[in-house]
């Protein structure tokens, strides 16, 4: 009998692959459709899935806290706190919304989605591979490495447009930025440490075989 915290984060996990499945197919299929004109309107063609996707991630944080998921609490507080905020800035800037490194920052948080998902459903359900624990953490962390510094840049480029209409929001993001920094450096520390913990783990049942 499968217990209802199994069926419940295994059918999490499960939307959230779906989820970000439809985004990078949709993304995929826009750009071979129309080319770099489809760069600039990718946040209208796509946002409101994503929105919901990183809105329902914040659920995780509850899933660690509860012991219903097991990892470290503090990388996964840092990634979903650090996505949102990006994205409240996004949704309150149409300036900002048609730019291609928007695009591409939404491109790389799925191909992060894509990686992690399918190894906490697999973790779910029986023990991943060793090529998928390998995925899941030596290519996604400098992966996420590249979406902080993009995350960075967007936010940099969004100060100007913010001064107008909210003069004290782009001091609170100049004190984020470097704050972002440390949060990144912090999660990719121990995720290396969780790597190591995961594939110590793997090895020693492979020798106990």
């Known amino acids: 009998m499968y217990s209802f915290r199994l069926v419940y984060i295994f059918s999490y996990n499960l939307f959230q692959f779906c989820g970000h499945t439809w985004i990078l197919a949709n993304t995929i299929a826009r750009f071979f459709t129309f080319g770099q004109d489809a760069l600039a309107d990718t946040f209208y063609s796509v946002g409101f899935v994503m929105s919901l996707c990183q809105l329902l991630s914040i659920l ?6 509860d012991g219903i998921e097991k990892a470290r609490l503090l990388p996964r507080f840092i990634q979903v706190i650090e996505k ?10 149409e300036e900002i919304q048609s730019k291609p490194v928007v695009c591409v920052q939404f491109f790389l948080w799925n191909i992060l989605a894509l990686l992690r998902y399918p190894y906490e459903l697999l973790c779910v359900v029986k023990r991943p591979s060793v090529a998928m624990l390998w995925s899941r953490y030596s290519l996604w962390i400098p992966l996420y490495i590249l979406s902080v510094v993009i ?10 447009y913010l001064k107008p209409s ?26 290396l440490k969780e790597r190591k913990h995961h594939l110590e783990k793997l090895y020693k049942r492979k020798k106990k075989k």
């Not at 949102?84 to 800037?93: D, G, H, K, Q």
């Not at 995350?151 to 100007?160: C, D, K, N, R, V």
């Not at 609170?172 to 990719?188: E, I, Q």
């Open 60 to 65: 995780e944080i509850f899933h660690i806290a």
């Open 84 to 93: 949102n905020i990006l994205l409240i800035v996004v949704i309150m800037l």
């Open 151 to 160: 995350e960075g840049f967007i936010i940099y480029e969004a100060l100007p």
């Open 166 to 191: 909210a003069p004290h929001f782009p001091c609170l993001l100049l004190v984020y930025l470097p704050l972002l920094a440390m949060g990144g450096s912090v999660t990719v520390w121990q995720l």
